[in-house]
């Protein structure tokens, strides 16, 4: 690559001198030509139905990779047909599998990303191994830290004379994930006419017309209105009353009272020790403060103490046995 040479000379004068006089010199700086202009690159647009069809071969575990592909892979996941073929595509009967998780129960759309979720845990072989494993069975009350205790419930357990306890705890940024789904959807999906079109459209009919009735077109109006906000509602697949929720089990062999004033409370520490004289037991201590509280050191600091542990786990919403803890009602 050639290079050009640019003099730049420094004084007072104008006038070619002599580089030996004092207070005179020249500098030669040398300054590289401008680099090629890189190959043009060529790009392939794919309509939408080549997404349509390719989301008709990705595997469950591969779904959130697909959507983040581009704009159409996204709005083939926004669709109730990908999660009907995907929950048609992995389904087989399983014994204990809740009756709304069956295929009669499937044609709501309403909350169907999440039933096909809870439905895959059941019947796809991978995630039902991923509840299965040794990680799992072991219990860290740890990750819930943080965490807004929702409500606690208790029952007698065994024949053995054991209790079982339940906390549910939610995130304290939980974000309806068909809220935070429904911002992007809003800005790719077609442009469709809105209820105020509509509406001024039967404006202007009755007013060639009739030319009346003003009282009962606000009326017809605000019935269209809320017939619209009903069927949204009811056609939200993105719709999990359960998200970020968690589902904390104490399996105890001593009674152990857990007051109801630590519900709408944050976690904010939790300890872990062995006790028994053969270390058999463990002992959990809850800390909560209330939940605008930003710092764990407090008047209203709330301790809870559960000794005789003989069991702990942990189950996310998804999980087979959040929904079958005894006690839980499922929220619609």
Sequence with gaps: MKSQQLKVTTGRSTKPTSPSKPGRHQVQVQVAAPPPPPPQQVYFYYPFDFWEILGSFILPEEVGTFARLCRDSYAVVNRPQFWVGLYERHFKPVAGMPERLRPDCMCRARGLKANVVRALYYTYDPFVERTMTLRRAICDPHVLKERICVKSWQT???????????????HPNKRSASSSSNVLWDRIKPKISSLEDAWDDDLD???????????????????????SSLMRELADIDHNSESECSILHITSASFCRIPASINGLRLVDICKTMT?????????????????????????????????????????????????????????
């Design 156 to 170: 007698t357990g065994s024949s053995h004379g054991q209790w079982k306890l339940f906390i549910k705890f939610q």
């Design 276 to 332: 028994g004289s053969a270390f058999q037991f463990n002992r959990l201590r809850l800390k909560f403060v209330p939940a605008h509280y930003r710092f764990s050191h407090c008047d209203s600091l709330e301790t809870v103490i559960i000794n005789d542990i003989v069991g702990m786990k942990v189950y996310d919403w998804y999980h087979p046995s959040y929904e079958m803890c005894e006690g839980y009602v499922w929220a619609r």
């Design 205 to 227: 009919d009755d007013a060639a017309g009739t030319g009346g009735g003003g009282g009962d077109e606000v009326d017809r109006f605000s019935s269209a209105v809320e017939s």
